[in-house]
């Protein structure tokens, strides 16, 4: 098999139909020859998501194209358990990939709506034809948008790994077999506390292995949901994720020193502006009401320094208020070490981390509040460069013993 | 009359001397095992001392708050009390083993009960101390998940689910130990049936409004604002 497309679903009957057939457009439109497979990897819907996903045939899309298939189309539709887990859903994919010796695998999300058959060979065919072992997406997006990875997980990334990959944690992307092999009998997913962030720790093991890395713009991604998810398992999925690699990877990121870019087909960055409602004085409130409840937990978190300094903003008035980038670099460090010191339980740790998270986003929003797609950017940078500043400062607290 | 005196004198000295003689040697052998007894839980406390420091017990007792209540009473840290106690009851232990050796008539009963009551001390501990570190776990967890929800009153949820934890972990304590098992039982009954009575009548009657208006801004007026906002993080 040339090629694999894994859709892990969960009750995902409203979209999945469109995915598949956006799929199966960009297969025969720009892979006409290759021998082509779709995965469907269903963690027990109650919907009729499997059967959407077998309706789904050549026939409807050749009635809304003029495209002709040249070899049979298979799409396989699997149960992998009765509760969604995507960690196995992820499994049965590289599985299904290495059984059927694919050269190039992709996942798509069917919880986006907006995808485009350009979305399936923009993401497949670096990896395919480009000898690229990853291949992960870059979005149009809200200058708002994506605050925990702007603010917090692509700059430490970028710090710690020496790498600037925009989007680390991706739902979706592309990968080589070599890699797809390489993530099986690494069992990344075992990493962590059950299979959170499986999505993330791609990217890590791509980025610990030394797999060829590459990102590539596929357009604006709109969410069933709208994009809302929940801040909390966000963060337990995203910077939870990372602060674990940590620990394993202490020898490769700990050498790194200068940020490598990544190859990027398409724009790097592109942020919409357009004017929507933020209730940036819930944040301030939430910020200090966290920071004054939760004073015995980030007094064994934070170093003395730093917690006084978060202290002294908090009492600061709301037009007053800034989180600086070296603030925040700190304490987002103080927290990665104390999460490897495992100081109070971990995911205590991370939660605790949300209402000083949501403080960087108050100053984020009141900085960039007029500001157009590129100052953000700038602004960015700037505080990627304060993390790959103060990079020491984390080793000096990582070999601390206590 | 005098001789009869200086006779009885005599046999008492003799006796007294036998007497002496008899027990000379047992106390001995209590001072020895005393003695020996002290080098042996000083040893025990030695080990045990390190081995609570490489386990980073006093880490454990301070993420369970045991060491705060320690340092308000002017009590040492965690494990350097724990050894005391252990070197403690290890020598006591002895030091009744050597005085069971004099065969002082009624004390072998009382060294048995001593001995018999150990091991519900020990578990008595054990119940207070997890009782310790899972108030804290379960009291930060509730602190946590209340200030990310932006509930009202997330410490005062927080003291209240510690102190639940702790008072029913003391209870269970004085039960191992069999003191005042009734009067501790009904004490806990009455209070915690109180405490339950008391927030059931507060929010069922006193605060009906104020969980309707929570209830509602919980679920319908913060997924609203949620929507509005339209930040998502990732």
């Known amino acids: 098999m040339d ?38 990897a269903d963690g027990g819907s109650k919907d009729s998501t499997r059967e959407v996903v077998a309706a789904a045939s050549i026939n409807d899309v050749q009635r809304s ?87 917090l997980v692509y700059p430490m990334t970028r710090a710690l790994y020496a790498k600037r990959l925009r989007e680390p944690y991706a739902v979706e992307f592309a990968f080589s077999g070599r890699l797809g092999s390489h993530l099986l009998e690494q069992q ?66 700990s050498t790194n020193h200068a940020t490598e870019p990544i190859p990027t087909f398409g724009a790097e960055h592109d942020l919409t502006v357009e004017p929507i409602r933020v209730n940036r004085r819930r944040l301030y409130q939430q910020f200090g009401s966290g920071v004054a409840e939760l004073e015995p937990v980030l007094k064994s978190i934070l170093s003395p320094q730093t917690l006084a300094e978060v202290q002294g903003i908090s009492k600061l008035a709301e037009d007053d208020f800034r989180y600086s980038h070296e603030l925040w670099v700190k304490t987002a460090y103080d927290f990665a070490a104390s999460y490897y010191k495992s100081v109070i339980n971990r995911d205590h740790i991370i939660q605790a981390l949300a209402p000083l998270y949501r403080g960087k986003v108050y100053t984020f929003l009141l900085d960039n509040r007029d500001a157009s797609g590129e100052e953000v950017e700038a602004n960015v940078e700037a505080l990627c460069l304060t993390f790959e500043r103060l990079k020491p400062y984390l080793l000096d607290l990582w070999n601390t013993r206590e | 009359m005098w001789e009869m005196i200086v006779g009885e004198l005599d046999h008492a000295m003799q006796e007294l ?71 403690w009851m290890a020598w006591m232990g002895f030091i009744l083993l050597g005085v069971e050796v004099l065969e002082i008539v009624g004390l072998h009963e009382y060294i048995s009960r001593f001995f018999l009551y150990l091991p519900r001390l020990f ?48 209870t269970m304590a004085f039960d191992q130990l069999g003191l005042a098992e009734r009067t501790i039982l009904i004490a806990f009954a009455i209070a915690f049936g109180a405490l339950m009575l008391g927030l059931a009548i507060a929010f069922g009657m006193g605060g009906r409004d104020l969980a309707r208006q929570f209830l509602e801004r919980r679920f319908l007026k913060e997924k609203e604002d949620q929507k509005h906002d339209e930040l998502s993080p990732l």
């Open chain 1, 3 to 40: 090629l694999l497309v894994g859709v892990p679903t969960h009750n995902n009957a409203k979209t999945v139909g469109e995915t598949v057939q956006a799929i199966r457009v960009g297969l025969l439109k720009y892979f006409p020859r290759e021998r082509v497979v779709i995965v469907n």
């Open chain 1, 65 to 151: 194209s003029d495209i002709y298939a040249l070899r049979t189309l298979h799409c396989i539709s699997t149960i992998y358990g009765d509760e969604p887990a995507t960690e196995v859903a992820l499994r049965t994919t590289l599985a299904a990939a290495e059984l059927l010796r694919a050269k190039a695998c992709a996942i798509v999300s069917p919880e986006s709506t907006n995808i485009t058959p350009e979305w399936i060979e923009r993401l497949l065919r670096p990896v395919y034809r480009d000898d690229f072992d990853l291949i992960t997406p870059l979005y149009r997006r809200h200058k708002f948008d994506g605050l925990l990875l702007r603010n």
């Open chain 1, 188 to 253: 990344v997913w075992d990493h962590g506390a059950g299979g959170v962030g499986t999505e993330m720790r791609v990217t890590l093991a791509a980025m610990a292995g030394g797999f060829h890395l590459g990102q590539t713009f596929l357009g604006t991604k709109q969410h069933l949901d709208g994009g809302s998810a929940d801040l909390v398992p966000a963060m337990r999925q995203t910077v939870g994720t990372l602060f674990s690699s940590l620990e394993p990877n202490f020898q490769l990121w």
């Open chain 2, 17 to 87: 001397a036998r007497n002496f003689a008899h027990l000379l040697p047992r106390l001995l052998a209590t001072l020895i095992i005393a003695l020996l007894g002290w080098v042996i839980a000083y040893a025990l406390k030695v080990v045990v001392r390190g081995i609570l420091r490489i386990a980073k017990f006093d880490k454990l007792s301070d993420n369970a708050g045991a060491t705060q209540i320690l340092n308000k009473l002017a009590l040492p840290s965690s494990s350097e009390l724990l050894s005391r106690v252990v070197f």
């Open chain 2, 123 to 170: 578990v008595a501990l054990f119940i207070v101390f997890f009782g310790l570190v899972a108030a804290s776990f379960f009291s930060r967890a509730a602190l946590l998940a209340a200030v990310n929800a932006d509930s009202p009153s997330p410490g005062l949820l927080a003291t209240l689910i510690r102190t639940i934890i702790v008072i029913f972990a003391v």
